[in-house]
């Protein structure tokens, strides 16, 4: 899944209330056991860095870097518009 389209995911959890807003306050980065990431919905290979983000106290994503960061951006922006 592109990175465009990961954010696109993302912003779309966020303006249906799906994930919780703001930004997540607890994120773990470690070595993948197998996962599958919760943004693009494709395997996180073992081994490969992981960052595991607590979003609300009852979920628990794990993504690749990529998406986190997508996550981050989708999230950031979507603070900005409702600042606007």
């Known amino acids: 899944m592109s990175k465009d389209a990961v954010r696109a995911r993302i912003r779309e959890f966020i ?26 919905q494709e395997l996180i290979e073992r081994g490969h860095v992981e960052c595991e983000v607590v979003l609300a106290s009852t979920i628990l994503a794990h993504l690749h870097r990529a998406c986190f960061d997508a996550v981050m951006g989708a999230t950031l922006e979507d603070e900005g518009q409702r600042r606007a």
Do not use: E, N
Not at 21 to 36: E, M, Y
């Open 15 to 40: 303006q249906s209330g799906f994930l919780p807003h703001p930004l997540p306050r607890k994120v773990w980065v470690g070595a993948s056991d197998g996962r599958t990431c919760f943004a693009c």
